[in-house]
T-cell receptor, first 114, second 114 residues
């Protein structure tokens, strides 16, 4: 199956800093999704991307679908304490709809130091 | 707005015991999924149900069975629990539409097998 490499594995930043994380794949994907997981909760969808080159924002979050279709980036501007959590990327090669074709990255653990 | 509801929240089993994890969604989604999350491994698909009346194996199905009871409910059964099944389990649902892989997750079941 497809392999997703998500980096960095963890980030220790100061409040107010900008954050960047990315996912790369050995295969071409048609869909990229970014999720955030708060402690003790399930992942929640942040941004969905469907076209190569697409740049989409959700508040302070911006994600991009790489031109090569093998990577995606998530940026968080001016981080705040509630940004703490685990961020997952997920990619899919379209197979008729549904999420059974999704491959998840292993997550980036974001920690904000006071 | 319940979304995806999982029970129980926590469970401790002895090796060899059986149990069923329950999941229900109220979003009228046609597809439902069971994932397990282990440290450093991300989210791995156990089983899924593309529509009512169908179930299929995911990436890590061994040791599990599922039942799609109706459109709302999808249960996961461990017939003879093993320590390797200690994990956090997430149920998720989605609308199975072309190009739509957006998953909505429950809040998880933390399972320990001793």
């Amino acid at each position: 199956g497809q392999q997703l490499n998500q980096s960095p594995q963890s980030m220790f930043i100061q409040e107010g800093e900008d954050v960047s994380m990315n996912c790369t794949s050995s295969s071409i994907f048609n869909t990229w999704l970014w999720y955030k997981q708060d402690p003790g909760e399930g992942p929640v969808l942040l941004i969905a991307l469907y076209k190569a080159g697409e740049l989409t924002s959700n508040g302070r979050l911006t994600a991009q679908f790489g031109i090569t279709r093998k990577d995606s980036f998530l940026n968080i501007s001016a981080s705040i304490p509630s940004d703490v959590g685990i961020y997952f990327c997920a990619g899919s090669v379209y197979s008729g709809g549904g999420a059974d074709g999704l491959t998840f990255g292993k997550g980036t653990h974001l920690i904000i130091q006071p | 707005n319940a979304g995806v509801t999982q029970t129980p929240k926590f469970q401790v089993l002895k090796t060899g015991q059986s149990m069923t994890l329950q999941c229900a969604q109220d979003m009228n989604h046609n597809s439902m999924y069971w994932y397990r999350q282990d440290p450093g491994m991300g989210l791995r698909l156990i089983y899924y149900s593309a529509s009512e009346g169908t179930t299929d194996k995911g990436e890590v199905p061994n040791g599990y069975n599922v039942s799609r009871l109706n459109k709302r409910e999808f249960s996961l059964r461990l017939e003879s629990a093993a320590p390797s099944q200690t994990s956090v389990y997430f149920c998720a649902s989605s609308n199975r539409l072309r190009g739509n892989e957006k998953l909505f997750f429950g809040s998880g079941t933390q399972l320990s097998v001793l």
